[in-house]
């Protein structure tokens, strides 16, 4: 069903032409996407703009996996968050930003309620310490888990979720969520030792790598040792490398105090990325984000003001998050609209799946009307031989 044409089903847009451009054409329309900007701005790294699409469509299992692929604790940031995410919403300068935090919310609520379950990675037989049970070290600790390593969780405290567990107050975060959650990664395999204050690396002789995620707590010096000091920090590249072989930081430790809980979780997911490379005796990679769609380079006309669903508190039921996340502009990623398709005066696009779209080369004539009608700046106009 086409969302140009509400109600009229198209099952072929016609062709103005049956001829073959040959050699004339100077542009052609590539589809690369770009970077939402609520997802650049979220510090977990999370893929907003799918996980709304799939939201809309009520299929929200999908929408709750592509979630934790990224984030371990999305009934925490659903939250706690500092929503750095609708702050950076291109909505937000249209009418109201998405309530993106209480999409996220749901999803982890509704995961844990349906009892679904991330399965980790296969064993590498690597086996890795991490000291310090706060969201950064848990995070970690998680997506060492998904790449099927090894994990042992040292915490000085009896109780594992650091700053989660005794720095928010109840109706900020309620006890049974956080332990919800927390259980989920006891399922999956990661190891929390509470009671256990580490103080010399010597006491983690035989793992494969050690990561130090102990907050704004003093780093006692057994384990400080090699490395180099900036304040509360420790310095370290953007996978928690120190100068230090095998010893990384994640978290307060490598950020800084004061960015909040989404930055632990991101920290920590980019040294378990740092670690897994290390173990594999590889550098790691990191795929460069596309140019960021600003909201000038949205087609607005395609879109009618809306206020948030559910009001400043959010929506909270299923049916209010899917008409919330209907909202979205699905920035910079195409969303199956079908525009371009219908739009096309040559009838040269050829759709293969939900949202993915072929042009037919032979017959594009450069026209970019495509381009210019994709309401979300995924198709753009190069230069032939570019
Ligand atoms: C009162 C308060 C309220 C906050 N509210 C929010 C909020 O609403 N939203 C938000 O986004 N952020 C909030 N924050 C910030 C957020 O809690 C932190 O940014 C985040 O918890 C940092 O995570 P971390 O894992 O680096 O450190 P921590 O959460 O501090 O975890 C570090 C863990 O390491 C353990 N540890 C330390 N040394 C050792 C050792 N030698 N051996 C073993 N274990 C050790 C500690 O016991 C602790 O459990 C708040 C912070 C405070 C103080
Ligand atoms: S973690 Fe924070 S910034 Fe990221 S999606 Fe959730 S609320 Fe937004
Ligand atoms: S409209 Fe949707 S994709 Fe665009 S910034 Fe806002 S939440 Fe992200
Ligand atoms: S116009 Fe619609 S279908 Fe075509 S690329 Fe853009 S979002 Fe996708």
Redesign the pocket.
Same mark, same amino acid.
């Given at each position: 069903m086409s969302r140009l044409l509400p109600g009229i089903v198209i099952d072929r847009p016609g062709s103005s032409s049956d001829y073959l451009t040959s050699g004339w054409r100077y542009l052609r329309p590539v589809r690369e996407g770009r970077t939402a900007p $609520?997802a650049l #701005? $979220? /510090? %977990?790294g !999370?893929d907003?703009p799918r996980i709304l699409y799939l939201v809309e469509r009520g299929r929200v299992e999908e929408a709750w996996r592509t979630l934790k692929r990224t !984030?371990p604790f /999305?009934s925490v $940031?659903?939250r706690v $968050?500092?929503?750095?995410?609708?702050a950076a919403c291109n909505r937000g300068g249209f009418d109201e930003a998405l309530a %993106?935090?209480s999409v996220?919310r749901f999803l982890g609520d509704l995961g844990r309620e349906r009892g679904w379950r991330v399965q980790p990675g296969g064993e590498t037989g690597y086996r890795v310490a991490v000291v310090g049970a706060g969201p950064a070290g848990l995070s970690c600790a998680y997506h060492l888990r998904l790449r099927g390593h090894g994990v042992v969780v040292f915490e000085a405290r009896e109780r594992e979720g650091g700053l989660l567990a005794w720095g928010m107050p109840e109706h900020h975060l309620p006890r049974s969520v956080l332990e919800g959650e927390l259980s989920q990664l006891k399922e999956m395999g990661v190891v929390v030792k509470g009671g256990r204050e580490v103080r010399e690396r010597e006491e983690l002789a035989g793992y494969g790598a050690v990561v130090l995620a102990t907050g704004r707590n003093p780093l006692p010096e057994g384990l400080a040792g090699g490395l180099v000091r900036r304040g509360e920090k420790v310095e370290a590249d953007e996978w928690g490398r120190t100068g230090v072989k095998g010893v990384f930081v994640a978290g307060e430790l490598a950020e800084g105090v004061g960015r909040g809980v #989404?930055w632990a979780?991101g920290s920590g997911r980019r040294t378990a990325e740092g670690v897994d490379a290390f173990l594999r005796g590889e550098e790691p990679r990191r795929v460069p984000p596309s140019p960021v769609l600003g909201l000038e380079e949205v087609k607005l006309d395609y879109f009618t003001f809306s206020r948030r669903v559910g009001g400043p508190a959010g929506p909270g039921s299923e049916e209010e998050v899917r008409a919330e996340a209907g909202r979205c502009f699905s920035c910079g990623t195409c969303n199956g609209c079908d525009n371009c398709w219908i739009l096309c005066p040559e009838g040269c696009i050829v759709k293969e799946g939900e949202t993915e779209y072929r042009t037919d080369e032979d017959y594009c004539k450069g026209c970019g009307i495509c381009a210019q009608e994709c309401p979300r700046g995924v198709i753009r106009m190069v230069e032939e031989g570019a």
């Open positions: $609520c #701005a $979220c /510090p %977990v !999370n907003l !984030n /999305p $940031c659903g $968050c500092y929503r750095f995410c609708e %993106v935090r996220e #989404a979780i």
